[in-house]
């Protein structure tokens, strides 16, 4: 797996939003043997894009399969893990810190009783290429390359609110004790 880290790159500017990028990691099928814990995190959100093959992801109290072409959304304070290591997954992960919504707490990207799975369909090509071309810059670390990662996540989550995030379907789930 590989992990990029971003500079603080926000400016107190009012006309943008205080959405920090936080991270950006790339796991390949190569990496399937990659340690993974149950955890949380206080103050971050993740959004994971899976880019190939299958599992199950735990959120909160429930498993949900997930499959090539979910976004998955952890919000800061929710538990969660990936079962990933029977089967080869290839994923995005985004890191946010400072995510405000107003009809959100502190660190949401969704409601906390929102379905955290949501299936991309058509928007999956794009949303690809977004998240890797944020990758590619904090790897290849380009003039500017925290700005302009921190504009395409800009745009990945201006994008997911408008069109993703309030079109999903319900996936099936599977609540344990």
Not at 7 to 19: A, E, G, I, Q, Y
Request: proline share 3%.
């Amino acid at each position: 797996m590989k992990k990029y880290f971003v500079p603080n790159v926000r400016t107190t500017d009012s006309k943008c939003s205080n959405d920090q990028l936080v991270y950006i990691s790339k796991l390949t099928v190569a990496d399937r043997n990659h340690p993974r814990t149950m955890h949380a995190h206080d103050d971050l959100v993740e959004v994971i894009l899976i880019t190939e093959g299958s599992g199950d992801s735990f959120i909160g109290d429930c498993y949900f399969p997930i499959q090539q072409g979910d976004l998955i959304v952890y919000n800061s304070k929710v538990v969660h893990d990936e079962l990933f290591s029977s089967r080869p997954v290839s994923m995005y992960c985004l890191g946010f810190k400072q995510l405000q919504a107003t009809e959100l707490r502190k660190n949401a990207l969704i409601a906390d009783d929102s379905q955290p799975i949501f299936q991309t369909n058509h928007h999956f090509d794009l949303l690809e290429s977004w998240f890797a071309s944020a990758f590619t810059l904090l790897e290849t670390e380009v003039v500017n390359y925290d700005t302009l990662a921190q504009k395409i996540s800009d745009l990945i989550l201006l994008y997911l609110r408008g069109n993703i995030f309030h079109r999903s379907k319900k996936i099936p789930q599977k609540k344990i004790n």
